[in-house]
């Protein structure tokens, strides 16, 4: 599931590739797709106009069509972006494509439709309609506010930490890396942590989506010893060479090491 890392290298490419370009049509293949509006509105929405600058918070993405408003992108399991030239064939799964002026088109693909495309006036507003705390890597975001936001928690320390209404942008993938880096157990109950823990699993949440944000989200290009490259049952620790172990925390599957990650009571 795309989550902060990748969301932000998925606003590199719509800036990189689709800002500035009038945008003449849009095509809803599949208006199952869409959030709160219907294909004829959207197209009005976009219609003549172009993005001039581009949002993100969390694992949503916002381009602004000038005074129109914003167009939001949730990519939910499967989603991502193709922009491709006049003539090329548009990607498989393309379920909304813009249309542009000098005759290239973006898509926003999704294979499984679990993602949204919505439009929305006042995104600030649309942020806290949705219940997201405060983004992962936002400037706002201090180790104090992040130990307020766990005190007094309960329940595995990994499900907290995928709380999106608590902070914004860390998913199942994600939250394994950084339980590994923090040597924190995913079933660990958040209440039992001190603040030496919180503290550091607030530095390395920080510091995993950061590079894992400039590498675009791709795992092959993560630095040596990360755990990711390793996230399947019966794989080598990168770090004490045991063996990785899948673990289930509130419905979703999760990876550790049971050697350098103990379970604390």
Request: charged share 25%; aromatic share 10%; glycine share 12%.
């Amino acid at each position: 599931m795309p989550e902060l890392p990748d969301v932000v290298g998925f606003q590199r490419y719509l800036g990189s590739t689709s800002l500035h370009q009038k945008i003449v049509r849009t095509k809803v293949s599949d208006r199952r797709i869409l959030d709160g509006i219907s294909a004829q509105q959207l197209s009005r929405h976009l219609a003549g106009r172009a993005f001039d600058e581009t949002a993100r918070h969390g694992k949503y993405l916002f381009a602004r069509a000038g005074d129109e408003g914003w167009l939001v992108l949730h990519f939910g399991m499967t989603g991502s972006l193709g922009y491709y030239a006049r003539g090329r064939r548009a990607p498989e799964y393309a379920r909304v494509t813009l249309d542009f002026a000098n005759g290239n088109h973006l898509a926003y693909v999704n294979k499984r439709m679990l993602g949204r495309v919505g439009f929305v006036l006042d995104l600030v507003a649309y942020v806290e309609a949705q219940g997201l705390g405060v983004d992962a890597l936002s400037r706002r975001l201090s180790g104090r506010m992040f130990a307020r936001l766990m005190a007094g928690r309960t329940g595995p320390v990994k499900a907290r930490l995928m709380d999106q209404s608590l902070v914004a942008g860390v998913g199942n993938i994600y939250s394994d890396e950084i339980l590994f880096q923090a040597r924190l157990h995913p079933a660990t109950d958040a209440s039992v942590l001190n603040y030496g823990d919180i503290k550091r699993l607030y530095r390395v949440m920080r510091r995993v989506l950061r590079v894992a944000a400039d590498k675009g989200g791709d795992i092959d290009k993560f630095p040596r010893g990360y755990f990711l490259p390793r996230r399947e049952k019966g794989a080598p620790c990168p770090g004490c060479g045991g063996q990785v172990e899948r673990i289930v925390v509130v419905g979703r599957s999760g990876y550790f090491c049971p050697q350098c990650q103990k379970r604390k009571q």
